[in-house]
């Protein structure tokens, strides 16, 4: 059943005459107008033969428009793929062509600069909401049949550590169990305006709209240019009156400490909401006495599980607490163990391990990647399993405390970048015959991560100039993956097999 398309569509109607979007213009649109203009949507994917088993590309801005395009999809009964506008054309190319994606809704703009990276296409002109859009039909290839779930509602792709990203399948259960969830846990209703920061592409979406829609609230779409500038972001509580603040620990530190947050009035906010990565104590007490009137919780979930756990912060804060804040117990639609290397069991206090989730909320698998799913899926004691890669410790009072990774992933501004990517782009360049990629933290809080690249050459005396380097990096990578410093050596240390010796790049670097 497709319980999230059938939650919106029963939202859309029951609250017609209320306000959906807001853009930060001040432009509005109604339910009633966005039920409309999903529905023409999914009229164009329908007549142009879509369907079930089959996926859509959405390459738009974020605006009223994507989402008309997002929610057309769903009501179309396919799942959509949100691709990033600011991602390399050939990065949006290659998941149009590993989903094999039978549609691509797009802008004429990035139409133009996608068409060469997908193949041929029959390109239509669509109208949603008064807006020229582009719908590019593929030719369906027989011989590369993508297997897909009928209930499968969007596809997020994330970093790969093989050099590609990777597609998260998710059906609509597993993102509903997550919405209903939220809407019942932070009692959302219609009286509520929430924020929309995150990208589309990006999992932390997924609450703002659709428990904002589910609950008839009202959803301010915040632009990526704006959420870089926390001064705009401070005036938008006070100017839309934000009820429900949804953001990374990097986006509140830094409206914290740019944000001239004491010029602006923000009694509306009722519950902060912080996911993506450890939030350090100190930041986080200084913003909770600024808005000590709002309820703060702390958010966990990889992209494969949505949210699996939270904590909600107590009222009064501890002046002898240290450490970050647990991420908490499990949310009723999952179930923790840890692994702790000799066995699989439910949490006990003091137990050290990785950390597995089963539940509604996990996902279908990697789409086209069945090594990958053998690798990070499992069924123990009859529940069906996701190892996330995270270290966790449970504690006496039955929380878990995240301590590290044991991957080379890294978070960094809630991004997730396995820098084996990089790695992958980097040895794209002609010039470069190797390279090694690591992680360091810095920053007065330890928390803010740095990226360095080392690279080795054809020419042993051929250093490459940073900026060509970062300029080439960008045909590969998004923004947010580009390392913060290059490091040039004339030979790469090795392990005794002849891999990468990490531990000896960082000494020398």
């Given at each position: 059943m497709n319980e999230l398309r059938i939650l919106i569509e029963h939202a859309l109607t029951k609250h017609a005459a209320q306000i959906a979007l807001v853009e930060e213009s001040g432009d509005q649109l109604s339910y009633q107008?966005?039920?409309?203009?999903?529905?023409?949507?999914?009229?164009?994917?329908?007549?142009?033969?879509?369907?079930?088993?089959?996926?859509?590309?959405?390459?738009?801005?974020?605006?009223?428009?994507?989402?008309?395009?997002?929610?057309?999809?769903?009501?179309?009964?396919?799942?959509?793929?949100?691709?990033?506008?600011?991602?390399?054309?050939?990065?949006?190319?290659?998941?149009?062509?590993?989903?094999?994606?039978?549609?691509?809704?797009?802008?004429?703009?990035?139409?133009?600069?996608?068409?060469?990276?997908?193949?041929?296409c029959q390109v239509l002109d669509i109208t949603v909401l008064s807006e020229p859009c582009k719908l590019l039909v593929r030719?369906?290839?027989?011989?590369?049949?993508?297997?897909?779930?009928?209930?499968?509602?969007?596809i997020l792709y994330t970093s790969g550590s093989t050099g590609q990203p990777k597609g998260v399948m998710i059906?609509?259960?597993?993102?509903?169990?997550?919405?209903?969830?939220?809407?019942?846990?932070?009692?959302?209703?219609?009286?509520?305006?929430?924020?929309?920061?995150a990208p589309f592409h990006f999992d932390l979406s997924v609450f703002d709209l659709y428990a904002g829609l589910g609950s008839g609230a009202?959803?301010?779409?915040?632009?990526?240019?704006?959420?870089?500038?926390?001064?705009?972001?401070?005036?938008?509580?006070?100017?839309?009156?934000?009820?429900?603040?949804?953001?990374?620990?990097?986006?509140?530190?830094?409206?914290?400490?740019?944000?001239?947050?004491?010029?602006?009035?923000?009694?509306?906010?009722?519950?902060?909401?912080?996911?993506?990565?450890?939030?350090p104590l100190a930041p986080l007490?200084?913003?909770?006495?600024?808005?000590?009137?709002?309820?703060?919780?702390?958010?966990?979930?990889?992209?494969?599980?949505?949210?699996?756990?939270?904590?909600?912060?107590?009222?009064?804060?501890?002046?002898?607490?240290?450490?970050?804040?647990?991420?908490?117990?499990?949310?009723?639609?999952?179930q923790c163990f840890i692994d702790d290397g000799t066995s699989i069991c439910p949490p006990e206090p003091g137990m050290v391990g990785e950390l597995l989730i089963a539940g509604d909320s996990v996902m279908a698998g990697y789409l086209n990647q069945p090594e990958r799913n053998a690798k990070a899926l499992l069924v123990h004691d009859h529940n069906r399993c996701y190892r996330t890669g995270d270290i966790v410790q449970y504690d006496q009072g039955g929380q878990l405390?995240?301590?590290?990774?044991?991957?080379?992933?890294?978070?960094?501004?809630?991004?997730?970048?396995?820098?084996?990517?990089?790695?992958?782009?980097?040895?794209?360049?002609?010039?470069?015959?190797?390279?090694?990629?690591?992680?360091?933290?810095?920053?007065?809080?330890?928390?803010?991560?740095?990226?360095?690249?080392c690279y080795a050459t054809v020419d042993p005396d051929q250093q490459l100039a940073v900026s060509k380097l970062q300029t080439f990096l960008q045909q590969y990578v998004p923004s947010y993956m580009l390392p913060d410093k290059f490091v040039y050596l004339a030979t790469m240390p090795k392990t005794s097999t002849h891999k990468v010796d990490y531990t000896a790049l960082k000494e020398n670097s």
């Open positions: 107008d966005l039920d409309v203009s999903s529905a023409g949507v999914a009229h164009h994917l329908q007549d142009n033969g879509v369907g079930q088993g089959q996926c859509v590309a959405i390459c738009i801005p974020k605006s009223s428009v994507s989402v008309a395009c997002l929610l057309g999809a769903l009501r179309s009964n396919v799942a959509y793929i949100p691709l990033d506008p600011d991602a390399p054309a050939s990065r949006n190319g290659y998941i149009v062509r590993d989903a094999t994606a039978s549609m691509v809704l797009t802008t004429r703009d990035f139409a133009n600069v996608l068409l060469p990276h997908i193949g041929s030719p369906q290839v027989e011989d590369k049949v993508v297997s897909i779930p009928d209930d499968l509602a969007y059906t609509h259960r597993n993102a509903t169990c997550f919405v209903r969830w939220g809407i019942d846990l932070f009692q959302l209703r219609s009286s509520d305006v929430l924020s929309s920061i009202k959803i301010l779409l915040i632009r990526p240019e704006s959420v870089k500038n926390p001064m705009i972001l401070a005036e938008f509580i006070d100017q839309f009156a934000i009820t429900i603040w949804y953001a990374t620990p990097t986006t509140l530190k830094m409206m914290l400490r740019f944000g001239r947050m004491n010029r602006y009035h923000h009694s509306s906010l009722r519950h902060i909401l912080f996911a993506g990565e450890v939030f007490n200084d913003l909770r006495s600024r808005w000590s009137h709002a309820a703060f919780h702390n958010l966990y979930g990889p992209t494969e599980t949505n949210v699996c756990t939270y904590f909600s912060l107590p009222r009064e804060i501890d002046p002898t607490q240290e450490k970050p804040f647990p991420i908490g117990a499990s949310c009723p639609y999952a405390h995240y301590i590290s990774r044991k991957d080379r992933m890294v978070k960094r501004h809630g991004n997730r970048i396995e820098l084996g990517e990089i790695e992958a782009a980097l040895h794209e360049h002609p010039e470069i015959t190797e390279a090694g990629v690591f992680h360091t933290i810095a920053g007065a809080d330890h928390s803010e991560i740095r990226i360095v690249a």
